[in-house]
Structure formats: structure tokens, C-alpha cells
């Protein structure tokens, strides 16, 4: 470790800039959510936990060697500039037994990174730990790949530091890591908190946010928008018990393997969900991303869900809010890549009490782009916003009563070489110790029925409401 941190020390010295350092060593794999109750002993307040359950992947960071918060529409074109100039300066050292090949594409240190929905929306106090943009590079990151895992120690050294001063506190601190690593703590066991559909407290009245829908039809119907999307909140107490953030997320990945399940701590605060929509995931120039819109409830029996499948499939509105999605995502895109390939029809996503219409799109990146760079292209789909994509912003922001922050937006990571990952944050809470606030919203087209797009959104805030679960004293 010494002959690493005195690179990184020359090269500061050298070059009057701060240069981040990466330590890459391989761990056995195990639960990422063990680990993550581990890292979070150590760091408390700033952590972050990415999971596919289903894929075998996951991410768990703790603490904060780097960080960069981004404002206004700039808010991805400097998040690209810095992370461009971070990947330059970045000094990287592999454990023997990792070679090189895996250590550039999969092990190495990454960047966490959230963004708000419409930074042009003002902010309240509600989202007041959550900026515009925000990148993070952990001080700790647990990085697992199907049967492979890496630990990675970042700090940021600085033009002035005294190496001698650097390296005893490091030892020690990462002996501390290997020595809570060695006894892991069992999963939680979570205590279910039984909420139902009466235990939320609306925001806005569900008489007004209907009427609201109804508004926005015989708007869409006069022919300025094809698609509107119109989000609610609405929040619950822990009635005496505490939400605990390790058993909720247990909950959320053993109901939903299928999906993106992320929580972002900082502070007090904790924003997490289960999400079905990516947004894009990159990997040596190959790009994937999907179409998601269109809903419809999972039925009682086999035979019911079946028909509700088949009604999703050939509903006009669902599919003309598809196609919708479908296509502005294809012009999004064309511009970064060098082949471009979408699917010629939808296919159903069933996930516990929801299902989707999707359709794949698959793209070759052109040379030296990055997923982030992708960001700006693709953020907000018609999937959150709506079609036209500027106007339905604006439609949004002056009427539908509710500050978003990072519900919608885009929530994920990126490596040094511009691989990563981001998902659209649905399905999503914003959590403390005392009061959760869950997001749901529906795409409106000119056949919305009101009552109907209520019970959707209603049918959304189950995927949190069932997972809010606290933990047994014993095991917290």
C-alpha cells in the first residue's frame, strides 16, 4: 500500500491536483445485505446499497472519499466533465489474484450517482439532503459479480499531504474493515408493520389530484400534449415503532428479484425502492435500455392473470402509450450510437402485483461515450414526463403540486472506463427513522379515466407499503 500512496503523493505534488487512490482486494462472496449492515456500522449516515438479486449483482458503499454535487440542466454535462477528469487523475492498485482483464471491466472503483427529476422545479425542505446531481465515491465499496467479490479503499490525497501521516491511520483503518468483516451479522429479522391503503396520508386529496387527471385529458384531447405524466406522494407514521432501512430493504429483495433495489443514505434520510425500469446499463460499448410503460394489476389465479396480461397486450391506450415511450427513446439515442436495435413489439414484465408492457432496445455506443453521457439523452423518458418531453415539464411543474426531488430521476453508478448502470427511481420512498413518503405516478393519454389511474397509483405504493418492516432489537 505504501508504494501506491506514494505515487498518488508524487503525482499530487507534481501536478498541484488531488488525486484519488483505489485498493483492489479480492473477498469471498456472500449476502450483500450483511455487508451492507457492516459498512453501515462504520459509516452511518452516508451509504449505498445496489442490488439485482435474480442477477447476482450487487454494490454496497460506505463513506465518502470524493464526492460532487451538480446543479440546474447542467446538472449531467458537469457531472460527465468531472468524472472524465476524476478517471485521468485516478491511481488504481489490483491484488495480485485479480487479473487484469476482470480488474478493467468489473473490479474496479466506482461512482454512485443520483440526480433530480426537474432541478427547474423549486425545492423543498423535504429533499433539502439531496442535491441536483450527486456523485460519491466511497471511502468503501463491496463490489459483487455472480460468484466474484472485491472490497475497494478510496481516499483522495491531496498536493500537501505528508505520507508519513497518511499511512499508519490507513493501516488501521483497514484492519478495522477486515476485523468486522470476519464475523458478518445475521440477516435481519424483520417485524412487519401490517400497513394497508388506510394508513397513507394523502398530500393532495385524492378528489383534487382525480380532478387534476380529468384536467389534463380534455387538455391532451385539445391537442398540445400526447402524454402527461402526473406523479402524488403520500405518507405514513411508524406508529411508535422505527423503520428500520436493513429490514425493509431484506423485504423489497426477496419480494421484487427482479428488480433494481437501491437505497441512498445520506444524513437521516434514506431514498430506496425496488424499480422495474432501467434506464441504461453500458459494458465495453454495448448499451442496453428498455421501453416501460403501460400497466395492469397481477391477477388472483393463473387464469386471471392471464387475461389481464392479454388485456394489457392489446389495450390501444396502453400500447399508444408505449409506442410513445418507444419512440422518443429511439431519437434520444440515435445520436450516441452506431447501431441502434428495438424490438418490434412489446412484452409483458410481471412483477409481484404489477405488470408492464416492455420492449428492449440494444445499442452500440460510439467511441469514448460513457453511460453517463447517456443520462442527458435519455432522462425524463416519456415513461415519467411525457410527450412532448418539454412541454409536459412544464405542464408538471406548474400543476401538479408536488416536489418530486429524486423520485423519477435517475439513480445508479459508473466506473472509471464509462461502464455502469442507472435505473428510473419508481417504486421509491424517502425514509427516515419515523415517517416514510412514498411516490407513485401514472401516464395520462387522451382515454385516461381518472378512478382507474387512482387505483393504478394505489396499486404502485404496494410495492413500498408491503415492505416497511422494522427489526427485532436483538438483531439491530
Not at 493501516?171 to 464475523?183: D, G, I, K, P
Request: proline residues 6%.
Amino acid at each position: 500500500m505504501r508504494a501506491v500512496l506514494e505515487q498518488a503523493v508524487e503525482q499530487a505534488t507534481r501536478t498541484g491536483k488531488t488525486t484519488p487512490v483505489s485498493l483492489v482486494w479480492t473477498l469471498p462472496s456472500g449476502d450483500p445485505l450483511r455487508i451492507f449492515q457492516v459498512l453501515r456500522e462504520l459509516s452511518p449516515t452516508d451509504n449505498f446499497f445496489w442490488e439485482q438479486p435474480s442477477l447476482r449483482v450487487a454494490l454496497v458503499g460506505a463513506g465518502t472519499a470524493f464526492h460532487l454535487q451538480t446543479q440546474g440542466d447542467e446538472r449531467f454535462t458537469e457531472a460527465v466533465r468531472v468524472w472524465q477528469e476524476l478517471r485521468d487523475r485516478a491511481v488504481i492498485a489490483y491484488a495480485p489474484d485479480i487479473a487484469p482483464d476482470s480488474a478493467h471491466t468489473e473490479q474496479g472503483p466506482i461512482l454512485f450517482g443520483g440526480f433530480r427529476f426537474d432541478p427547474r422545479r423549486p425545492r423543498t425542505a423535504l429533499w433539502q439532503d439531496f442535491p441536483d446531481g450527486l456523485l460519491v465515491l466511497p471511502r468503501l465499496l463491496w463490489r459483487q459479480q455472480n460468484e466474484r467479490a472485491t472490497m475497494i479503499f478510496s481516499c483522495v490525497i491531496q498536493p500537501t499531504a505528508n505520507l508519513d501521516k497518511l499511512v499508519d491511520p490507513l493501516y488501521e483503518e483497514m484492519a478495522q474493515l477486515a476485523a468486522r468483516l470476519a464475523v458478518l451479522p445475521a440477516l435481519p429479522k424483520t417485524i412487519s408493520l401490517e400497513y394497508g391503503d388506510d394508513a397513507l396520508r394523502n398530500i393532495l386529496p385524492a378528489t383534487v389530484w382525480k380532478d387534476l387527471v380529468r384536467q389534463t385529458v380534455d387538455v391532451i384531447r385539445q391537442g398540445a400534449y400526447t402524454k402527461v405524466v402526473l406523479a402524488r406522494e403520500a405518507q405514513m407514521l411508524a406508529n411508535g415503532r422505527s423503520f428500520s432501512l436493513p429490514a425493509t430493504l431484506q423485504q423489497l429483495r426477496q419480494s421484487y428479484p427482479g428488480a433494481h433495489v437501491f437505497a441512498f443514505q445520506r444524513g437521516e434520510q434514506a431514498f430506496i425502492g425496488a424499480t422495474p425500469e432501467r434506464l441504461v446499463h453500458a459494458q465495453n460499448g454495448k448499451l442496453h435500455t428498455m421501453a416501460l410503460a403501460g400497466s395492469a394489476p397481477r391477477g388472483a389465479n393463473e387464469e386471471e392473470d392471464r387475461r389481464l396480461g392479454c388485456e394489457l397486450l392489446d389495450s390501444q391506450k396502453n400500447r399508444e402509450e408505449h409506442e410513445i415511450v418507444a419512440s422518443t427513446l429511439r431519437a434520444s439515442l440515435s445520436p450516441l450510437c452506431s447501431r441502434l436495435w428495438i424490438a418490434d413489439t412489446p412484452e409483458l414484465l410481471r412483477l409481484k402485483n404489477i405488470q408492464h408492457l416492455r420492449t428492449a432496445i440494444v445499442g452500440e455506443l460510439l467511441p469514448d461515450r460513457s453511460v453517463l453521457e447517456t443520462l442527458h439523452a435519455l432522462h425524463p423518458t416519456p415513461a415519467v414526463g411525457g410527450a412532448p418531453t418539454q412541454a409536459a415539464l412544464a405542464y408538471i411543474r406548474e400543476h401538479e403540486n408536488l416536489d418530486r426531488g429524486w423520485y423519477a430521476g435517475p439513480i445508479g453508478w459508473v466506473d472509471l472506463h464509462g461502464n455502469g448502470a442507472f435505473a428510473v427511481a419508481l417504486r421509491s420512498a424517502l425514509l427516515d427513522e419515523r415517517q416514510a413518503t412514498l411516490f407513485a405516478g401514472c401516464g395520462i393519454v387522451r382515454d385516461s379515466d381518472p378512478e382507474a389511474e387512482y387505483a393504478e397509483s394505489c396499486l404502485k405504493f404496494q410495492v413500498i407499503l408491503r415492505s416497511l418492516s422494522g427489526e427485532e432489537e436483538h438483531n439491530a
